[in-house]
Every structure is written in structure tokens, then in C-alpha cells.
DNA sequence: CGCCCCTATCGGAGAAGCCGATGGCAGGAT
DNA sequence: ATCCTGCCATCGGCTTCTCCGATAGGGGCG
């Protein structure tokens, strides 16, 4: 068994196709076929059907599918360990974390706030949806998403507080309503990212308490987009309150004092107990989090 | 990275030397040299001190070795799964254990009695610090043992309770003594195992009670060999109630009727939990265990 | 000092890996 | 219906790897 069949093979069920993975992996097409042919002359199945359109796995396929895998993450970590390498943190988080709250978090774990123990980091952005499925098979080491979300039975800890808040450009005409009313914001436009998308879902739940009245104006892509937006005074917009700290510092937003309905928030982190050489400084990484965040991130 | 390296070194590492390794690999010496000579050039750096004498791993070498036999290990299991056989359920037990206690449970499971999970089990046997040493590395699923002993932090579970007991041949002096006095035990002399054994542990924890003037006539190296010097009325000994079981039933040894003082007994399952394919027969078979375990074993 | 056991190296035979080219096959466009 | 396109398997070749037997070097031990 060598690990480059293990890779064709996944090269092959991630393209959909052998040719797709040969020119992917850097093979031709026929070295692909043969790594192929090997590999299942090796396990005594085939474990791809064949068609004119493309290669779809079989049973026995799938079954290999995470041994393949593991197999794979397991040589990764065996040649770092052997080479003396630091271990290998393999994080994920959700994009407003990764861009205002974990750097912070990164540097001092970086910088020894966590104690002697260090690690390369990686960090994978995407869906919480996602995020969670990558954990349990085992590709990340840790993931930090905003409120709890679908069950996890695996170990889970609150490493942050913070609130939503409700912010416009210092231009807005809310900015200058003083004393400011549920009414007055009932009347104004907010901007929102798309459904599915988790700060939707916080905006929706935070809004609930505003009452039904609430204005959508506009529809973003991204929660970037939407900052920005708010920055140059389109709008205001309900959002968690870390991911619009440089802008509140710098004055390019301010923050509306409206303090009753807006939901609470919590950062979670939520990780796989290991025994590879990444689970003590997850342990510390975890840890720091707890210990700084309070601090750092505490509802005014 | 190919298996067939890593099963090199493991065997070098196992015996010592790279000429014994490859005799039992069934290569020629310099095959597995050549072996060798490709795993340190893949991993970069040399896995072997080689001497005039045999070879010792490096430092980079024993960091190598959990992970060389993980990935075989998965290598196996991912065989066993991919070819849709039955999981493969690796047990360890004491020798006392897989003698009496064991093959009852194992039979019930292969029957059905858990459910419809079944699993193809090999049975290790070996001291409660191997097991659990293996137990940790990976290498065993789940362990039987008597009492708690050391530490584990992973999954427990009492499936078992007996009781130590006080057997000697029906022909011994001690079993015509009607009724049996302390001071009557106290005169005879016991046979145990040497120290370190379990059995000794237990013989020495009972006989505390029994009093400081316990004479020790005799020591054997195995609990097999002691029950049959039993037998053949050589002495007395104590010993768990599961371990003579059957000589109780067939008359060949005879339980003295001396309840105070002897320690009670519990059999321990420990396991990991997991997330192969071992990991939902398992479960079923501990369940058994403890439905099961009780009403046989039951102190009297 | 010679012997013995260990490992590394060498050269050759066989197997495997990889490639480009070719052919078969199925589905969609003309 | 026919061609066209994209897919995969196969073939012949070259290269590389694997394994072997034989040989050489090196350290302990009598």
C-alpha cells in the first residue's frame, strides 16, 4: 500500500474523474488509470465505477474513502513528528473570527501567552456548516463559531462574550437621535447579509425583540461587504460587536445606545480530544482563549 | 511512503537488527537495507543507529515507531472494512480472564446475545501493564482486568464481581477442620505467585486481614501451575473464585468455609472509545458483560 | 591477530511506474 | 442517423524501483 494510491484515489473522487485528477495531480491520465488499477488489484475490490462521464465510488469506495483519508492526515503528521517539526494546529473559524478576534488570539499564543507549548497553525475559513463537518472527520483539530449551533457531543468551551450591536456611520441620521427609540430604529432601513449565512441568523434573532416592523434595505454577500457598506454611511446594520471594534475605535462607525434587545453572543470553541502531538497546545490554545477573552471582549 | 518500509522498520526495531528483521520478513538482508535506506531518504533523516552489533532507533526513530504501527494498524482495519468483513474486535485480558471468564462471554456474544453486532475478536493475553500500555497506544480496544489498579483516564466499567476465595484438595488437612478458626489458616502454609504478579497483589491485599503470621511455603510461576499443585493437594491457596470454578464444580478442590475477611473481587472492562468500525460491537459486548456477569458471578 | 556477526554497497534481473498514443464507449449536438 | 466530444482502458517504450546474491568494511571477542 503506498499513500500515492491513496491520493489518486482521492484526487480521483474529489474531481470526479481520472483525467480531472491526473492533470490535478500532475500525472497523465494513463498513470492515474494504472494507480487505479493497482490500487484495487491491492485491496481485491474495485472501489470506482467507471463511466463514459466521469468515475463515481463504489460501496467498498466509500467505505475506503475516510480510511483514506486518515491514512493520509496520519503520514502528514508522522513525517512533521519525525522531523522534529512543531506540531500542526489545524484550526477553523468562522470568517468575522478569523478577521477580528482569533488573530489577536494567534499572536499572544504565538508570543508564549499560552506557555511553553507552540504550534504551526492553520486556519480554514468557511460555513459553520462546514466547519463542523470537518471536525468530526477529523481534518481540524478545533473550530470557533459563534453561539452553539447544532449538537456536538465532543468537548465544548465558551472562550468569549460579546454582544450585537447596533451601528451606522457617524453621518446616519440615527447617529445624532438623541434620546434614541425603539421606534426610531423600527423606522430605519437595515442592511442584512443573505439567508443561510449565520449573521442573517443572528440578525434575525437579535431583531425578533426590535419587533416584526423591522426595514431589510439591502441584501450583501459577505459581512465584509456590509461593514463597509455601513461605513460609507449606507446604512445601519446589527452585527457582532469584535467584528466592528476598529471601526468604533477609529470613528469610522458609531455605536447606537441601544442596549435592550439585542442578543448576547458567545464564542465557542469546540475541539476533538487527540492524542497526536497537537493536543497539548490545543489544550493551551483553548485555554489562552478563556483567559483572554473575558477581558478583552466583555459586554460593556 | 509504502507500508512495506514500515513493516521493516518495525521488524528491525523489533529484533534488534536489521539481518534478524529480514530472515522474519522472509528478504534478503539487503533488501531490508535497501528498505531502510529508502524510508530515511523519504523522511530525511536517518530512523537507525547502526553498529557492529545490531541497530538502535534514533531519537527521530522512536518518534517514528507509535506511528509506523498506527498506520499499519489502519492499514489493517481499513482492508478489513473496505472488503466488507466483520470489524475486528481487539481484546486483552489477564490470563486467569481469557481462561474462565472470557470464552462464556465471547461465546454469548458470538450467539447473538448483544444484538446483531458481531465482530471477528482476537484475544491478547498478557500483565495488566502491557494491557494497559497497549490499551493506550492503540493497539488493543478494550481490556479486561481485576480491580482498578492504575490510573486510566478513558471509559470504564465494572462487568464483573467475585470473590477471592480460600481453595485447597478435598485431601488437604485444612478441609476436614469443622469449624474452621483463623488460627487454623494462620498455621498453613499458602502457595502464591511471585512477586509483581496480579495474583500475588491479591493474595497479599486478602491476606492482610488474614494476619501478619500468613506462612508462604511456596512459590509458583504461573496462577495455572498453582491451582494444579492445589489440586494435587500440595497446599492452599487463594485465589479468585471464576479461576477455580470448575474444579469447586468437579470436586477436585474444595472452598474452605472462611467468608471474613477475603477481598472482594471486580472484574474491570477499560476501552477507547473510537470511532472504527470495532467501536459499535464494543459497546455491545460490554453491555453483555454486565448484564451477563452478575447473575454468574454473582458473590455468593 | 583472526574470527564472527553485523551492515553497506554493487551489479544484474525482474517488476513496477510513468508516459504518449491509440482505441472503445456513451451522450449530446448537428 | 451521424459526427463530435469527453471519458477511460490499454499498449509499447523508457525509466526507475525492488529485490537478490555476492562482496566488502568494521567493530567486538576469543
Redesign the interface.
Known sequence: ???RQLRAFLAVVDAGGISAAAEQLGYAQSSVSDQLRTLERD???P?LNRTSIGTVPT??GQ??LP??R??LD??G???R????KRPLLRIGALQSLADEWLPEMLTAFDHGAAGPETADVTVTVTSRTRLMEELQE?RLDAVFTLDSGPAYDGPTAVVGTDRVVLVTAPSHPLASVHPLTLDDVRATEFMVTEIGCIYRQLFDESGRDLGPSLKIAMITGSLNALRRLTVNGRGAALLPRFSVAAELESGDLVMLDLKQGLAPLTIEARWRDG?GPAAAPLKALVELTQKFSPAAWAMA
Open positions: 500500500m503506498d499513500t485491496l481485491g475490490t472501489v460501496e467498498a467505505r475506503l480510511y483514506a486518515r491514512m496520519l503520514d503528521e508522522m513525517r513528528t519525525v522531523s522534529g477529523g492524542i
